[in-house]
């Protein structure tokens, strides 16, 4: 990861299914490059349960990469397996790194029904029994004829799942556990036991199935040519799987790949047990620091800003952390609908773009707009951020965090990048004005806000101090002025 590297989240969930992501990606890839951008977290690429529809997260066929005809296409929602490979050499090229999404927890659209004895479990109450062991109809057969076998010849069966949650013989949706299996108890706790999460369950303590993951997992990064991953939904997953996953990666590719995963949780307490559980393997995005944006956004100046970063990964482990405002679970219309309010987004890329803690995600949904939602593209904002972050936020960082409504902070700067250096005042109520400190290399310098949200420029006194100013419900982002001593 490079010195202010900045990633990309390049979809949202509502895109058309026009299969043409990928093309679009190629062709993005150079502005990508000279706004900033330094790796891209592509959707999940394989084949889904929905086929052309498939977002990517109702994985069918893992070795599927728009490829075969199955689930009536050959190619997947975002293009073909061709245009994928031709997409991530596009990025390359740019010197991006490319980060695939890896979808491991379950598995949906078996290709045949089995008879498998299992019990009903509690929804709620995950360790409760509810009703008679008995036969279910379980969708656990997966064959892919489409593929005929190319690439692996490995087909998956009940005895690969942990369970269900649909017996096609009563047409009964409910939670179901297979005979012989217990859910994996290295999970989060929520519902007492929150293993399963959607599909036909993967049993990582089959080893069978940790077999036949890594050797996909082998063969994937060195077929896409990947830098690294997004892990989904890891709090269903044994919190030690993925630790021997990403040494084997390491091992096999012989490259230092990144791994970020989705730890959908407000206590940073059970972010920092999986981190140690990885033995850091896998790094986390910042979801308490996502709700506190979202909360903030949503009180209107009630609103504590000094403690924007309390309870946050940010604040107690910032090299595990990767920071983002939002995502497409977060976005309008999706079940996990927390929406950080549109008047907060530029204080809240602010935050995660121009600190030095945190590894920054900027969401596709924010820079290109959710046509679908009626959201409208910030990328305007975004890219005068994203030119800070590139060019001014270096150097020692002193936070002014005093005030209820209004904070700020400074970068001093370093010799490596010119005239780098920053302030950056933010306030959510009436606005104000902060005394900070910059660095007396600064002394007698001009300064004004790219943002153009202050209209006055403010001048360093000999000290090194300016008196950085914001207005009402905005933020305010200061850089050296050229030729104004």
Same mark, same amino acid.
């Given at each position: 990861m490079e010195i202010n590297g900045t990633m990309m989240q390049y979809f949202e969930w509502d895109l058309p299914a026009d299969k043409t992501l990928w093309k679009q990606l190629a062709e993005d890839a150079p502005k990508l490059k000279k706004a900033g951008i330094s790796a891209v977290w592509m959707p999940p690429a394989y084949k889904g349960a929905s086929g052309v529809q498939d977002v990517g997260y109702s994985v069918y066929d893992l070795y599927d990469l728009g490829e075969f005809n199955q689930k009536g296409t050959v190619a997947t929602k975002y293009g073909t397996k061709e245009e994928y490979l031709s997409s991530i050499k596009a990025l390359h090229k740019q010197g991006i790194s490319v980060y695939a999404d890896i979808v491991l927890n379950h598995k949906i659209g078996a290709d045949e029904v089995e008879e498998v004895s299992a019990q009903e479990f509690n929804e709620i109450s995950r360790a409760q029994m509810i009703?008679?062991?008995?036969?279910?109809?379980?969708?656990?057969?997966?064959?892919?004829?489409?593929?005929?076998?190319? $690439?692996s010849d490995f087909t998956w069966n009940w005895k690969h799942f942990d369970g269900i949650d649909w017996d096609q013989d009563r047409a009964k949706k409910s939670i179901f556990c297979f005979e012989g299996k217990t859910w994996d108890q290295n999970v989060d706790v929520e519902f007492g036991n929150y293993d399963y999460l959607m599909g036909a369950d993967v049993d990582f303590s089959n080893q069978e199935v940790r077999e036949e993951l890594t050797r996909w997992g082998k063969w994937y990064t060195k077929e896409a040519d990947l830098d690294g991953y997004r892990l989904d939904a890891v709090k269903h997953i044994d919190k030690y799987f993925y630790k021997d996953w990403m040494r084997a990666m390491k091992e096999d590719s012989g490259k230092d790949l990144f791994a970020v995963g989705e730890y959908w949780h407000w206590d940073v307490n059970q972010l920092q047990d999986y981190i140690a559980a990885t033995e850091g393997e896998v790094k986390l995005f910042?979801?308490?620091?996502?709700?506190?944006?979202?909360?903030?956004?949503?009180a209107h100046?009630? $609103?504590?800003?000094? #403690?924007?970063?309390?309870?946050?990964?940010t604040k107690v482990n910032p090299i595990c952390s990767v920071t983002f405002v939002d995502n497409h679970d977060s976005q309008p219309g999706q079940a996990l609908f927390s929406w950080v309010e549109d008047w907060f987004k530029p204080m !809240?890329? !602010?935050?995660?773009?121009?600190?030095?803690?945190? $590894?920054?995600?900027?969401? $596709?949904?924010?820079?290109?707009?959710i046509p679908?939602?009626? +959201?409208?593209?910030?990328? #305007? +904002?975004?890219?005068?951020?994203?030119?800070v972050r590139k060019q001014k936020a270096y150097g020692p960082q002193h936070d002014y965090f005093d005030d209820y409504n209004c904070i700020g902070w400074t970068r001093e700067g370093d010799d490596e990048h010119k005239d780098s250096g920053l302030a950056v005042v933010l306030s959510d109520g009436t606005g104000g004005t902060k005394h900070m400190y910059i660095g007396k290399q600064f002394a007698g310098c001009h300064f004004s806000d790219i943002l153009g949200n202050a209209k006055y420029n403010i001048k360093i006194d000999e000290d090194g101090f300016g008196d950085f100013y914001v207005n009402r419900d905005s933020v305010a982002v200061w850089v050296r002025k050229e030729n104004k001593r």
């Open positions: 009703g008679e062991q008995r036969t279910i109809g379980a969708w656990t057969k997966f064959t892919f004829p489409g593929r005929g076998g190319k $690439y910042d979801v308490p620091l996502h709700f506190n944006f979202h909360n903030c956004s949503k100046g009630n $609103y504590d800003l000094r #403690t924007i970063f309390d309870g946050t990964l !809240a890329y !602010a935050m995660i773009l121009l600190r030095q803690e945190g $590894y920054p995600c900027v969401f $596709y949904g924010d820079y290109k707009g679908s939602e009626r +959201v409208k593209s910030m990328k #305007t +904002v975004i890219d005068k951020l994203l030119k």
